[in-house]
């Protein structure tokens, strides 16, 4: 089997993971991987990831023009500039996952790091996490927010709208979009509640043995 089609299946085996475990619902979110000679996979536009066909999934060349497949996400913008800032990237995960949604709407929120260190693996996965500020679905205006913040954080947080994230494979960036999610299901959990968060000094040991 081709790397072409070992990512092509990867990429529908992941929709399905994600959209089956509640993770994303209806058409909502997108997913792309990185080929080996700089082209892109990336699931179309209006596709739910419960529901994707290995063949129709859509192919950009390394200079981000369409050349196979459906029509890519209206979004592509987004994977294509985290790619561009972070040369290690090898896929992207783009949700609109419920409780990483919450947690962006919130007024009160560090828009330079929107979760606290409530646990090592979020530290580990995710580090900090910016919130980009909102702009509606589709804005080419976007792409310009979220590279400015790419090349620092591999992680970010759409005001109003979901977290991008890449990694070094479809699973590093899937685990850490979960990771993410799990994390801001906890900081809703404990709002209001006098909570104990990892201390800069655990945070830096972390950083400093896991990177």
Known sequence: MSEEARARDNLVATGKSLFDRGLTFGSTGNLSLRLDDGSWLMTPTNA??????PARLSKLDPEG???????PTKEAFLHVEMYRQRCDARAVV???????????VLADIDPADVLPPITAYYVMRVGTLPLVPYYPPGDPALAGAVS????RHH????????PVVAGTSLEAATH???ELEET???F??????AIRTLTPDQVAELRRRFG
Not at 94 to 104: D, E, F, I, N, Q
Not at 155 to 162: I, K, P, Y
């Open 188 to 193: 809703l959990l404990l709002r209001g509640q």
């Open 155 to 162: 992680a970010v947080l759409l005001a109003n709208h979901g």
């Open 148 to 151: 400015a913040l790419a090349s």
């Open 48 to 53: 739910s990831l419960g529901a994707l066909d």
């Open 65 to 71: 023009r369409h050349v196979g497949g459906d029509a």
């Open 184 to 186: 801001a299901r906890l």
């Open 94 to 104: 783009h949700l609109h996952s419920t409780h990483s949604v919450a947690v962006s």
């Open 176 to 178: 850490a979009t979960e």
